[in-house]
C-alpha cells in the first residue's frame, strides 16, 4: 500500500461494482479530528421537513413532462415512455423498485423534501444513471447500493442517500455533481469512486456521515474537487484516497469524529468542529444547530454541509 500527502485507500473489486475493503484494513492515514462531542447528545424533537427540494439550474426548460402517480403507475414505466429532455415529477409516496433512468431525463420528487421514497427492497442498485440525468428531493433506500452513476452530464441533488446495505452512491469514470445531499447510514462507505474525474462536476455541500466504512473512498486515478462538505462520524476514514492524491482538491470541509490516528494533522484549508446535527438518529435531521455550529464557513461564505429547507 502507498501512503503519499497523508492519505491511503485499499479496495476491492467485485463483479464490475465496487466495494470498500474490509474494515481489517485500517493502516494508512486519513483526514480527521481530535475533539468535540457527540452530536446524538444534543438531539430534540424534530419535524420532518416540509419544503420543496431547491430547483435545479440544470433542470430542463423544454421536453415533456411525466408525473407518477398520473401517466404512470410507477417511476420505472415513467421511464419507459420519458424521452431526452423530459421531466418526470414524483409524488409523496414509497416506490418499492429499482429504477434504471432514461438518458437526458430529470427525475424531480414533489410534495416536499424527501416526501418521495424509492425503496430498493433490500437487495441491487435503488437507482442506476443514464448519461445527462438529474435525480433530486429524493429519499433513496434499503439497496445495496444507493446510486450508481458513470455517464457524463449526471447531477444527484437534494437527496437523502441513507440507510443502504452497501454504499451510498457509487461513481465510476465521471464525476456527477453531488451537491446537497445528506448521504448517512450506509453500511460501507457514503461516496466510493473510481478513477473518476471531472472539470466541472464537484462533491459540494454534502452532508455525509455515520456510515459504516469511510465518509468517502476513493481509488484509481481520480481528479476533482471535494469541498464545502460536513464528514463525520462515520466509522472508519472521512476520507480515504488510492493513489494521486495530489490531483484531488481538497478544501474547506469539516472533517469531525471520523476514526483517527494521532499524528495526523489536519489537512490544510479544512475545519474540525462538532456539526451539531439536530437529531441525526431520531429524525434524519442534519440541519446544524445554529446556537452551536458554523464557526467557519465554506469557499462560497456559505454554511457548510447541504443547505437544506427544513
Known amino acids: 500500500m502507498n501512503i503519499r500527502n497523508g492519505i491511503a485507500v ?56 411525466l408525473s407518477v402517480p398520473g401517466d404512470a403507475r410507477t417511476i420505472s414505466e415513467a421511464m419507459i415512455t420519458a424521452r431526452m429532455g423530459d421531466t ?4 409523496p409516496g414509497v416506490y418499492k423498485e429499482r429504477v434504471i433512468m432514461a438518458p437526458g431525463v430529470a427525475l424531480v420528487a414533489r410534495g416536499g423534501l424527501f416526501a418521495a421514497k424509492i425503496d430498493g427492497m433490500g437487495r441491487g442498485t435503488v437507482v442506476t444513471m443514464s448519461k445527462n440525468c438529474i435525480i433530486s428531493g429524493f429519499e433513496v433506500t434499503n439497496g445495496t447500493i444507493g446510486i450508481f452513476s458513470s455517464d457524463l452530464g449526471n447531477e444527484i441533488s437534494s437527496c437523502r442517500i441513507v440507510k443502504n446495505w452497501m454504499t451510498g452512491i457509487i461513481t465510476v469514470r465521471h464525476l456527477p455533481k453531488i451537491q446537497d445531499n445528506i448521504i448517512a447510514f450506509n453500511r460501507a462507505s457514503g ?7 471531472s472539470t466541472s462536476s464537484t462533491v459540494n455541500h454534502n452532508s ?38 495530489e490531483k484531488i482538491q481538497v478544501s474547506s470541509n469539516n472533517f469531525f469524529k471520523n476514526l483517527y490516528q494521532p499524528g495526523r494533522p489536519l489537512p490544510e484549508n479544512n475545519f474540525a468542529f462538532d456539526p451539531a446535527f439536530i437529531a441525526p438518529r431520531k429524525g434524519l435531521n442534519f440541519k ?10 465554506g469557499s462560497d461564505d456559505e454554511n457548510l454541509g447541504a443547505r437544506l429547507t427544513y
Open 191 to 197: 461516496i466510493q469512486g473510481w478513477d473518476v474525474r
Open 10 to 65: 485499499a479496495f476491492t473489486c467485485v463483479a464490475g461494482l465496487l466495494t470498500a475493503a474490509s474494515a481489517q484494513d485500517d493502516d494508512g492515514s486519513f483526514f480527521d479530528s481530535f475533539s468535540g462531542q457527540d452530536s446524538d447528545a444534543q438531539e430534540s424533537s424534530y419535524n420532518a421537513p416540509s419544503a420543496a427540494p431547491p430547483a435545479s439550474s440544470s433542470f430542463r426548460s423544454s421536453g415533456n413532462t
Open 88 to 91: 418526470v415529477y414524483v409524488g
Open 208 to 245: 455525509i456521515a455515520y456510515n459504516g466504512n469511510h465518509g468517502i473512498a476513493i481509488g484509481g486515478v481520480s481528479e476533482f474537487i471535494i469541498e464545502n462538505n460536513i464528514i463525520a462520524f462515520n466509522e472508519r476514514f472521512g476520507l480515504k484516497i488510492l493513489e494521486a492524491p
Open 288 to 297: 446544524p444547530d445554529p446556537g452551536q455550529c458554523c464557526k467557519e464557513k
